[in-house]
């Protein structure tokens, strides 16, 4: 039986324990090798996927064009020079898409897609590979300030509100997300104030289902230079790490790319050593689940798609696998 690329590399990494592996604290290592084949396996799926989503939907939303350009910029800043030039040309469509006037609902298109304007600010803030333009920027935060609700929340973009956890949980996830998005590109009393107001809505907040809270909570206490929050939300994210190393997007659900993406990604970005035992565990994780094209299979995260394969969750999974992956490259 042939084995996937990615299950041969793992064996690979197994095996060569010396001097090309090294072992910290008797527990073994993932090789650079390993992880760069990994997310180069995935980078063609990536694009053919998201290409045909440009072609097919003329549509920036549902977590699609923004996390292609964001991968592919973060593969850019990882030395995989090939990517940059693609990120560019997919970045300079989704800004134009997003700021096109929509005749049907006379609004900037953009305003019905905030969680998108987010991640674009996200994957594409100051000193990445391929920036977002100062101007660019300042539009999309006036789009953000502009659809904060009065409470101080936003609500959720698209088909996001009929995911499988609870309606407020989403919104208090993508508020969070737009508050990371304001942190990075916004700064001016108007911002600062917009950021108050969803302070005090999200403190709030009850007990959360989903993995993704605790490890965009964990990003923004990060940001915030707040502590407390951010020790006691590290811990919560290590303590539901599953035993294959990997997270599920519900917090009792099996473990998925989505999920231990995002968790990853939380966890290098806020500074855990590479060589920390939850890191290393996930990138096995990660390496050792991925198919033979490059995807990571994920379940639907709306309630009537939940327990069946979803494409859209399998292209959302597969880039947020990728771009944690490269986040945990040193």
């Given at each position: 039986m042939r084995l996937p690329v990615s299950l041969s590399l793992?064996?690979?990494?197994?095996?060569?324990?010396?001097?090309?592996?090294?072992?910290?604290?008797?527990?073994?290592?993932?090789?650079?090798?390993?992880?760069?084949?990994?997310?180069?396996?995935?980078?063609?799926?990536?694009?053919?996927?998201?290409?045909?989503?440009?072609?097919?939907?003329?549509?920036?939303?549902?977590?699609?064009?923004?996390?292609?350009?964001?991968s592919y910029n973060a593969a850019a800043g990882r030395g995989f020079s090939e990517t940059e030039a693609k990120a560019r040309t997919w970045l300079d469509w989704s800004v134009a898409k997003s700021l096109e006037p929509n005749l049907e609902t006379e609004k900037i298109s953009g305003e019905t897609n905030i969680d998108g304007l987010s991640q674009l600010l996200l994957g594409h803030?100051?000193?990445?590979?391929?920036?977002?333009?100062?101007?660019e920027q300042q539009q999309f935060v006036k789009l953000i300030l502009k659809t904060q609700l009065e409470d101080g929340s936003w609500v959720a973009a698209g088909q996001l509100p009929m995911q499988k956890r609870p309606k407020r949980e989403t919104a208090e996830v993508s508020t969070?997300?737009?508050?990371?998005?304001?942190?990075?590109?916004?700064?001016?009393?108007?911002?600062d104030a917009a950021i108050e107001r969803a302070k005090a809505w999200l403190a709030e907040a009850k007990p959360a289902v989903s993995s993704e809270w605790h490890a965009v909570r964990l990003l923004l206490a990060d940001m915030e230079n707040n502590e407390s929050v951010r020790e006691t939300e590290l811990e919560q994210l290590r303590s539901l790490q599953r035993e294959d190393g990997g997270w599920g997007w519900l917090i009792d659900a099996e473990s998925d790319a989505l999920a231990t993406g995002q968790a990853l990604y939380a966890l290098a970005?806020?500074?855990?050593?590479?060589?920390?035992?939850?890191?290393?565990?996930?990138?096995?994780?990660?390496?050792?689940?991925?198919?033979?094209?490059?995807?990571?299979?994920?379940?639907?995260?709306?309630?009537?798609?939940?327990?069946?394969?979803?494409?859209?969750?399998?292209?959302?999974?597969t880039a947020w696998a990728v771009i944690a992956l490269l986040e945990t490259m040193e």
């Amino acid at each position: 039986m042939r084995l996937p690329v990615s299950l041969s590399l793992l064996a690979i990494t197994a095996c060569c324990l010396s001097p090309s592996a090294a072992r910290a604290d008797d527990k073994l290592t993932v090789s650079a090798e390993a992880l760069r084949n990994t997310v180069a396996n995935s980078l063609p799926y990536l694009e053919t996927a998201g290409l045909a989503w440009i072609e097919e939907k003329d549509c920036v939303s549902c977590h699609r064009i923004s996390f292609q350009s964001w991968s592919y910029n973060a593969a850019a800043g990882r030395g995989f020079s090939e990517t940059e030039a693609k990120a560019r040309t997919w970045l300079d469509w989704s800004v134009a898409k997003s700021l096109e006037p929509n005749l049907e609902t006379e609004k900037i298109s953009g305003e019905t897609n905030i969680d998108g304007l987010s991640q674009l600010l996200l994957g594409h803030r100051a000193g990445t590979a391929v920036p977002m333009k100062k101007i660019e920027q300042q539009q999309f935060v006036k789009l953000i300030l502009k659809t904060q609700l009065e409470d101080g929340s936003w609500v959720a973009a698209g088909q996001l509100p009929m995911q499988k956890r609870p309606k407020r949980e989403t919104a208090e996830v993508s508020t969070m997300w737009n508050l990371l998005a304001l942190h990075t590109a916004g700064d001016s009393t108007e911002v600062d104030a917009a950021i108050e107001r969803a302070k005090a809505w999200l403190a709030e907040a009850k007990p959360a289902v989903s993995s993704e809270w605790h490890a965009v909570r964990l990003l923004l206490a990060d940001m915030e230079n707040n502590e407390s929050v951010r020790e006691t939300e590290l811990e919560q994210l290590r303590s539901l790490q599953r035993e294959d190393g990997g997270w599920g997007w519900l917090i009792d659900a099996e473990s998925d790319a989505l999920a231990t993406g995002q968790a990853l990604y939380a966890l290098a970005a806020v500074g855990v050593d590479p060589q920390d035992p939850a890191i290393v565990r996930a990138q096995q994780y990660l390496i050792s689940t991925q198919t033979e094209d490059g995807s990571w299979p994920v379940h639907g995260t709306k309630e009537k798609k939940k327990d069946q394969i979803e494409e859209t969750a399998t292209y959302w999974g597969t880039a947020w696998a990728v771009i944690a992956l490269l986040e945990t490259m040193e």
